[in-house]
């Protein structure tokens, strides 16, 4: 079904909760509504995607149309094999709902992702990551609607060119697709994905390492670290963590012993925490009227209030300079400002 809404107010709609709002939101929930709103001879000139809202920061008025999936199916496709089962979900599922559907039926790979806030359909953007998994270590194929083209089409995986915080959805299909559904293979045998030192602690202190426990574990750490978005307007990591030489990489540890540093995909780079760079900055719990660095996760900028979008995006250029000034690294900003 499709519906349509004018002139709407996108506070709810944001996990900044910044007041603008869109000309038009087109919610649907079959993928052959698709070949509907683009076909007619109405069709959205100018349109974006807007699932749960969680990584994207809107500094005036959207003059276009908000297409909203509202799909929330979640299926097994294929139960036939022994070790692993392909489940596909709607783009419009919560993704930690999706989560916690995979945990109820015994089946491994997605529990260090549990609570991340967003829809399953926001997942493969982005490649979503926590706690030393990707959304691209489950993800077995992606099912989108290319509106150039205006037909159905699926990606592999390896088509997708997953990276840290990146894939073709951010690339050459960027404003061209509607990614409509997902598949991920799942593992019917236990693997733990222990790796990243506080989750291990966190599990130990549950007992055995169970589905149950990580992702219990996963929840408590990311509710002790991350601010809940239903009270302070934030959008997860504003930042992503930046990939440097590895030689600049040595150059800043040599300086700074205790700097967390992490392989990069590519051997000649390093992983860098931007969380720390800015926290080293002096900006951890900082400021600004109703902005600021939050107090326990530096990597977070948080709405203290009724912040405009524009005031989100000064800050982020302050905390960018400060940390410029401080490490000589850029940071970029994860979150898609519109
Ligand atoms: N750190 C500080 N001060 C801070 C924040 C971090 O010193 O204010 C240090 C930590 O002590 C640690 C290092 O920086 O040594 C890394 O911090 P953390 O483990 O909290 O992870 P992160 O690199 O800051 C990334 C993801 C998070 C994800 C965590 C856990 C990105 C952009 N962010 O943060 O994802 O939850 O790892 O795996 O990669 C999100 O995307 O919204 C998000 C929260």
């Known amino acids: 079904m499709i519906k349509i809404f004018t002139d709407h107010p996108l506070r709810d709609l944001n996990s900044f909760h910044v007041e603008e709002r869109a000309d038009q939101i087109i919610e649907f929930d079959r993928r052959e509504d698709l070949d509907e709103i683009f076909a007619e001879a109405d069709a959205p000139a100018k349109w974006y995607v807007l699932g ?13 149309t908000l297409l909203h999936p509202a799909g929330q199916q979640i299926r097994i496709i294929d139960d036939c094999s022994e070790s692993s089962v392909l489940v596909e979900a709607e783009a419009g599922t919560d993704w930690d709902r999706f989560v916690e559907w995979c945990v109820e039926h015994e089946l491994w790979g997605a529990e260090n992702l549990s609570l991340i806030p967003g829809t399953v359909g926001a997942a493969p953007v982005q490649n979503i990551g926590a ?52 598949e ?31 992702r219990d574990a996963v929840c408590a750490i990311r509710r002790s670290k991350l601010p809940n978005t239903a009270v302070q307007g934030n959008a997860g990591s504003f930042f992503k963590n930046p990939i440097v030489d590895k030689a600049i990489a040595e150059q800043l540890k040599a300086a700074n012993e205790n700097m967390p540093l992490y392989p990069a995909a590519d051997p000649t780079k390093s992983k860098l925490a931007a969380g720390w760079l800015i926290d080293q900055a002096g900006l951890k ?4 009227g109703c902005v600021g660095v939050h ?17 989100v995006v000064a800050l982020a250029e302050y ?13 970029e900003a994860e979150v898609n400002i519109l």
Do not use: M, W
């Open 52 to 64: 749960g809202g969680n990584n994207i920061l809107f500094t005036r008025r959207y003059e276009g």
């Open 131 to 182: 706690y030393g998994a990707e959304a691209k270590d489950v993800i077995h194929r992606v099912h989108y609607f290319d509106v150039e083209q205006r037909r159905h089409l699926t990606l592999l995986n390896a088509e997708c060119h997953f990276a840290y915080r990146d894939s073709i959805f951010k690339g050459e299909l960027r404003g061209r697709v509607v990614i409509t559904s997902v």
């Open 184 to 214: 991920f293979k799942l593992s019917r045998t236990p693997q733990p994905n222990l790796g990243y030192g506080d989750l291990k602690r966190e599990v130990e202190s549950r007992g055995e390492a169970t589905l149950r426990n990580i």
């Open 285 to 288: 719990g900082y400021r600004s």
């Open 295 to 311: 107090d326990r996760q530096a990597l977070v900028l948080v709405n203290h209030g009724s912040a405009t979008g524009k005031e």
């Open 319 to 331: 905390v960018q300079q400060r940390v410029l000034e401080k490490f000589g690294i850029g940071i």
